[in-house]
């Protein structure tokens, strides 16, 4: 009951103070003007909406675990730190795993898997991710989003002792370059805006609208610096950190209690004064 407590906490925390501010600087960014904005904010709307999506369905995947611990269901984890992953493949073990497990089981190895040789399983992959695109709205960009995944896979396939042999932060760097651009095609509706828009990404140009830069106060630089860092299994460091300090049981319990409580209450006062943000997965 008290472990799917906490669960529910930490879901609602991610929901409501992070992914629902994170969405004011995306949306800021991707419901204006693309054309006219400079690449370092097109670089901020991406990190923006990298965090409120991670947010937003794990916090949403999260409330649903803690309210299933609360009723005697242990639900696995959907999300496992995907952002610290060093491969494509990897990102797709730690992301959204409900579902990637599903078309694993019900698409992927029914259509042969890898079992069939090296053509029938890139063939395969294709197939898988383009339904996942496809999936998740009849939308070119949907389409493009999941074709770019299925494509660095199989490249990844193809030369497996590549990545192995990049150091690690090289890995780290590639994994986050290419999520970054498919979050374009997933967050923009036509595929001619998100083209503008990654074109203005790598386009380094210094010109431009800065009026997303003024909602960076103490208070959202603060989200962003701790939200980056959650993206990293910090939690549980700190958790083994605090155990190995104090040697009492009862001490700590109280300690923690007193967090989520106060985090409970945060949320529900932020929940009270924001405007509406329903989940992204809703739309799914």
């Known amino acids: ?33 693309i054309q006219s904005l400079p690449s370092v904010v097109n670089w901020l709307g991406v990190l923006a909406y990298s965090l409120q999506i991670y947010y937003d369905f794990s916090g949403y995947s999260d409330m649903a675990i803690g309210l299933g611990l609360m009723m005697g269901f242990n639900i696995p984890e959907n999300f496992r730190h995907p952002y610290i992953s060093k491969s494509i493949k990897e990102f797709w073990q730690r992301w959204h795993i409900s579902l990637s497990t599903w078309f694993k089981h019900y698409l992927y190895i029914p259509l042969g898997g890898n079992r069939k040789g090296k053509f029938r399983t890139y063939l395969n992959l294709i197939v898988v991710f383009f339904i996942t695109g496809l999936w998740h709205g009849a939308s070119y960009n949907f389409i493009i989003w999941g074709m770019i995944h299925g494509v660095f896979l199989i490249l990844e396939r193809l030369n497996p002792r590549l990545l192995p042999r990049l150091p690690a932060i090289l890995r780290h760097f590639y994994v986050v370059l290419v999520i970054s651009i498919t979050w374009v095609f997933f967050r923009l509706a036509s595929l001619d805006q998100a083209l503008i828009y990654l074109k203005n990404m790598f386009s380094f140009k210094a010109t431009g609208d800065y009026y997303a830069l003024l909602y960076l106060n103490p208070y959202f630089i603060f989200l962003f610096i701790v939200g980056i860092l959650l993206t990293m299994p910090i939690r549980s460091r700190i958790v083994i950190l605090f155990k190995g300090l104090n040697r009492s049981p009862n001490l700590l319990l109280i300690a923690k209690s ?13 929940l009270s004064m924001a405007t509406h943000h329903p989940f992204i997965y809703f739309k799914f």
Request: glycine share 8%; proline share 0%; charged share 15%.
């Open 1 to 33: 009951m008290i472990a799917g407590s906490y669960k529910f906490i930490r879901g609602l925390v991610k929901k409501i103070v992070f992914a629902n501010n994170f969405a004011i600087i995306a949306d800021l960014i991707f419901n204006g003007d």
């Open 258 to 270: 007193t967090l989520y409580i106060g985090l409970f209450i945060y949320s529900i006062l932020a």
